[in-house]
Every structure is written in structure tokens, then in C-alpha cells.
């Protein structure tokens, strides 16, 4: 089946750390993205990826880090100064220039000790 | 800039009610819209989109939103609810093809009473 996996899917962190959320597809998608999720806020775009060795910040990239060195893994990296870091990340794919058809993986929820 | 305003952090209906769940968009070009739901701990499923063909959208587990552009309106209705419907639904607005520029309205919480 076709789709995107994301892990590990539950995480602990002390503060300090870096931890590193692994994100893979098997769609063929060009684009990929990783969002931040909380309570009551939606979801806010961390960084974006449309082809690879290439990608941009979102509305919200200080403190992580992103590289994509496949077509089909995206890995997100929460760093020492992400201040806040405790919520739930989803990684999403999409072919480019289709609007919307945003596919998703089941998300990682991480927490910070 | 796009964005989204979701009406009603919660709503509750009985199970057989009729489901509305209201977005209202602001776009300086002409918007995509969408409803994506969320079941818990789980990612978001596209449920329908408005890419500027017909007003009246038709999506999946039968729901359906209505575009209007006089009242930048976006609402998502279902005849009759059933207690699969409870999860969390978002809108959301993009002013161009590309995903990058996609924004979230905060959500709606369905509850589905026996």
C-alpha cells in the first residue's frame, strides 16, 4: 500500500536534546512538508520540500531543521532552541501543482521532558 | 495572504441531525478551499476541495460545503450524522497551486450524541 510513515510515533525528550522525527512515502511525490500541531491552533507549516536537495522555511522553521536527500524521506529535526518543542508533528506529501491533495502520515507526538 | 476562520472550537448533535460546520476564508486572489478531517491521533484525510469548477462540492462519507463568494463562506454540512462522523475538522485556504502557501483554520470538534 501506498502512503507515508512516519516514527516513531511517541517520543520523550529532555530538554536539551536533539531528536530527530523520520518521515518516508512511497507516493512518488515531488513535495513534501512537515507541520507542527497544538491545541486550538491548526496546523502551521514548519518547512516544505518540492524537489530534492531543496527546501524552504515555513511560517514557524526556528529551532528545527530539515534535509532531503531522497525523493521519498523528508526527516525533521526539533533542535536545543525550539523553545517550545512538546506537540504533535505531521508529515503530509503532495504531486506538484494539485491543489489540496495534501496525503498525511499519522504523526509523531513528541514531549519534552 | 490567505486564512481561515473557523466558527465553534465545538459543536454537538444528535445522531440523524443535520452536521454544519462553518469556515469563513480571507484571500486577495481568488481561493482553493478545503475540508480535511482528523480522526484521534491519526493525520488529516482530504474530505472535499474548491478549485474554482462547481460552487456545490461533493465529498466523501457524504459530506458536501458550498463556496460562496458573496458571504466568503466555505460551510460544510451532512444531512445526517452518524457516530463515525466524531473527529476533528479543518478548513483550509491556499491562493495557488502550490501547498506551500495552504492555511489551517484551528478546527471544529464533532461530537455525535446517541
Known amino acids: 500500500d501506498g502512503g507515508i510513515t512516519q516514527s516513531p510515533k511517541y517520543l520523550f525528550r529532555k530538554e536539551g536534546q536533539n531528536v530527530t522525527l523520520s518521515c518516508e512515502q512511497n507516493l512518488n511525490h515531488d513535495a513534501m512538508y512537515w507541520y507542527r500541531q497544538d491545541p486550538g491552533q491548526g496546523l502551521r507549516l514548519i518547512y516544505y520540500s518540492q524537489i530534492v536537495n531543496d527546501f524552504q522555511k515555513g511560517d514557524i522553521a526556528e529551532g528545527y531543521s530539515v534535509s532531503r536527500e531522497k525523493k521519498e524521506s523528508f526527516p525533521l529535526t526539533v533542535t536545543s532552541a525550539q523553545k517550545n518543542p512538546t506537540a504533535f508533528y505531521l508529515c503530509a506529501s503532495s504531486i506538484t501543482g494539485d491543489p489540496g491533495e495534501l496525503f498525511f502520515g499519522e504523526g509523531s507526538r513528541l514531549t519534552v521532558l | 495572504a490567505q486564512s481561515v476562520t473557523q466558527l465553534g472550537s465545538h459543536v454537538s448533535v444528535s445522531e440523524g441531525a443535520l452536521v454544519l460546520l462553518r469556515c469563513n476564508y480571507s484571500?486577495?486572489?481568488?481561493?482553493?478551499l478545503f475540508w480535511y478531517v482528523q480522526y484521534p491521533n491519526q493525520g488529516l484525510q482530504l474530505l472535499l476541495k474548491y478549485t474554482s469548477a462547481a460552487t456545490l462540492v461533493k465529498g466523501i462519507n457524504g459530506f458536501e460545503a458550498e463556496f460562496k463568494k458573496s458571504e466568503t463562506s466555505f460551510h460544510l454540512t451532512k444531512p445526517s450524522a452518524h457516530m463515525s462522523d466524531a473527529a476533528e475538522y479543518f478548513c483550509a485556504v491556499s491562493g495557488t497551486y502550490n501547498n506551500n502557501d495552504m492555511r489551517f483554520g484551528a478546527g471544529t470538534r464533532l461530537t455525535v450524541k446517541p
Open positions: 484571500s486577495s486572489v481568488p481561493p482553493y
